[in-house]
């Protein structure tokens, strides 16, 4: 019949009348070729005039409210992964932090690397690896609270020392630089509303090193290249370089730092020229704060002198032409003035050394090409990241202390609220006992005035009338005893509880007075602040 063909269609199909796939997908006549999927091969696709395909079968129905699963389409997207098969190190990891990206500790650090964390910096191509030494350094203590007063004079001078013979391409060079520190002064304000007013400056710009600047060239911190005949020695050996920065450092500015005692290997950078040679930069930190005896140090600019020709206007007295000169008269002259030419000594400077804060030397960009510049920048960065990580670490000391007394106030607090909540556990229990003791203590006097006042109707079947008056005259007085010995009893207690309030009452009281009086004793600023009206009356 119609409704049981009606059924036999319906059947497998799910809510709403409609298959659960296209008619495309379920191989009719008129479908569309198909895409090969990754369940299987590309169905056949017949069209009208051939035999067509079975008709798959349905899937069975789903329950009402469940929803079908969905299938995974797009694929995960491909990332950056190194040849060696490690994880990428650049990628950012929200869990570790910024120090697993770019940590402070990092002692090698390769041309990629030093891209990564300076992108504005430029570098030589030959840059192949920046080693820093500073955290390695267990007695590194840097002040940042002496004022060492360098002092440029424009009359102070040093002539360019002998040029030595230049070495073969192909030999490998070592150049030992250092950097002298020193804190700008600060300008003592004349009040404190001025104090107030001006702001502290960055102490980034309270640190300052003293630099030289070539004539010809960019920024550079002071120092030059290993000589054997000057320096003798092994330039690997720390020794030897310290010795070639004392001499370098006294040939550009004139400070001698044969006196300090303690060097501080900051930062090394290792180059690979195209001729195969290997040079290195190693930039040191001498203790030279702690050998200032007071007064200025004189820093000197490095000069040479040479001889130019240089034209000059001088005023030269010559005979007046077209006069006769009479007896015993001089002659007639005039004053010209007529250039000539003369040889003059000039001072041009080579080098001259100033001190530039850390925050300017940090100022760097893409335009700062010259290779002594960029390793004066990387010695500034390594500097900055040194401070970074030593205030952050006392940053985290004091996050930790506090979380320390933030931990042992919540344990007591915790504390005091189990010995609390054990109080009120065991007050409750107590109560509970209690009042279970007078419900079962007053059920059985219940019981008992039942069974007593049932036995004296029992009794009072064999009494005469005068007899239960006088019985019901001694219950109502012993009523009456019992009554008021509860009712005393209450009193009691009542003023009992009242005693104790007033006594706690009195404890707050001298604890609130305790506590102001400690106030008062408390040292206290008073501030007077004063307000004018001003009436303007046309």
Not at 109 to 120: A, E, F, G, I, Q
Not at 261 to 287: C, M, S
Request: charged letters at 35%.
């Amino acid at each position: 019949m119609e409704w049981q063909r009606y059924l036999q269609q319906q059947q497998g199909r799910p809510r709403g009348g409609g298959y659960s796939q296209p008619y495309a997908q379920r191989g009719g006549p008129y479908s569309k070729p198909m895409y090969p999927t990754r369940g299987g091969p590309m169905p056949v696709n017949r069209g009208r005039g051939m035999p067509q395909q079975a008709r798959p079968q349905l899937p069975t129905r789903r329950p009402m409210g469940q929803q079908a699963p969905v299938q995974q389409v797009r694929r995960p997207s491909p990332g950056y992964h190194p040849p060696t098969g490690g994880a990428n190190p650049y990628q950012r990891n929200h869990k570790l932090g910024m120090e697993a990206v770019f940590p402070f500790g990092m002692k090698e650090r390769s041309l990629t690397d030093v891209c990564h964390r300076y992108p504005k910096l430029h570098l030589s191509t030959d840059f192949s690896l920046l080693t820093c030494h500073w955290p390695s350094l267990k007695d590194l203590n840097v002040p940042l609270n002496v004022t060492i007063p360098f002092h440029s004079d424009p009359d102070l001078t040093l002539p360019v020392p002998e040029a030595e013979p230049e070495a073969p391409a192909t030999e490998s060079k070592t150049i030992a630089r250092v950097m002298l520190l020193t804190m700008a002064k600060q300008e003592e304000p004349e009040d404190e509303e001025a104090a107030k007013k001006t702001p502290k400056p960055h102490l980034s710009k309270q640190i300052k090193f003293l630099v030289a600047k070539k004539a010809n060239g960019g920024l550079m911190s002071i120092g030059g290249a290993w000589s054997k005949a000057k320096d003798g020695g092994d330039p690997k050996d720390d020794k030897t370089l310290i010795k070639t920065a004392t001499r370098h450092c006294k040939e550009i500015c004139g400070i001698d730092l044969s006196m300090c005692k303690k060097w501080y290997k900051f930062t090394e950078i290792n180059y690979t020229r195209p001729t195969g040679a290997q040079d290195r930069t190693v930039t040191f930190l001498p203790d030279l704060w702690n050998h200032v005896s007071g007064g200025n140090i004189d820093v000197y600019k490095q000069v040479q002198r040479q001889e130019v020709e240089v034209e000059e206007e001088v005023e030269v007295e010559v005979e007046i032409e077209g006069e006769e000169k009479k007896e015993g008269e001089e002659k007639k002259t005039k004053k010209i003035k007529k250039k000539v030419t003369t040889k003059k000594t000039v001072d041009n400077v080579v080098v001259r050394s100033m001190d530039l804060s850390l925050n300017g030397i940090l100022e760097y960009d893409l335009q700062d090409k010259h290779e002594e510049t960029a390793e004066l920048s990387l010695f500034a960065e390594a500097f900055d990241e040194m401070l970074s990580q030593k205030y952050a670490t006392q940053i985290l000391g004091i996050l930790k202390t506090k979380k320390t007394e933030a931990d042992a106030q919540a344990s007591d607090l915790k504390r005091k609220r189990e010995v609390e909540t054990a109080e009120r556990t065991a007050k409750a229990a107590a109560d509970r006992e209690e009042r279970e003791a007078k419900r079962k203590k007053f059920d059985e006097e219940r019981e008992a005035e039942r069974e007593a006042k049932k036995k004296m109707e029992e009794e009072e079947k064999y009494l005469t009338e005068e007899q239960i008056k006088e019985r019901r005259t001694a219950e109502a007085e012993e009523k009456k005893k019992k009554d008021e010995a509860e009712k005393a009893k209450r009193e009691a207690e009542q003023k009992k509880i009242k005693e104790e309030e007033e006594a706690k009452k009195k404890a707050a009281e001298e604890e609130r007075k305790k506590k102001e009086e400690a106030e008062k004793a408390k040292p206290t600023r008073t501030v007077v602040t004063t307000t004018t009206h001003v009436l303007c009356v046309d």
